[in-house]
């Protein structure tokens, strides 16, 4: 069974800075991509950024290129999602999402992934 956690939201003022993290529970000898999107309310999940397993492929919106990056340590089967010069416009629930087939290849659609945590709430004010 895969189980994903997030963690590191919070409230934070427009210019300021956070780091999500996302813990898998997986098998040993599993190997996935994984990918962060985002909801704000009202609003479809839109994707944030991409990951494969090795870490060397990664993808990032267009609307956070620049200001958002990603990364993962997968001695610890935990992926990061480092969020800088936080704008009100990236308020939203952040969900982490893990992907076990293709685990080399990075994707920005939501109905690539099949594991989905229950997410952060990530709150930006102005």
């Known amino acids: 069974q895969v189980q994903l956690v997030e963690s590191g939201g919070g409230l934070v003022q427009a210019g300021g800075s956070l780091q999500l993290s996302c813990a898998a529970s997986v098998r040993t000898e599993s190997t996935y991509a994984v990918g962060w999107f985002r909801q704000a309310p009202g609003k479809e999940r839109e994707f944030v950024a991409a990951i494969n397993w090795s870490g060397r492929n990664t993808a990032i919106a267009n609307s956070v290129k620049g200001r958002f990056t990603i990364s993962r340590d997968n001695a610890k089967n935990t992926v990061y999602l480092r969020m800088s010069s936080l704008k009100p416009e990236d308020t939203a629930v952040y969900y982490c999402?893990?992907?076990?087939?293709?685990?080399?290849?990075?994707?920005?659609?939501?109905?690539?992934?099949?594991?989905w945590g229950q997410g952060t709430q990530v709150t930006v004010s102005s």
């Open positions: 999402a893990a992907r076990f087939g293709g685990s080399y290849v990075v994707t920005a659609s939501v109905d690539n992934y099949g594991y």
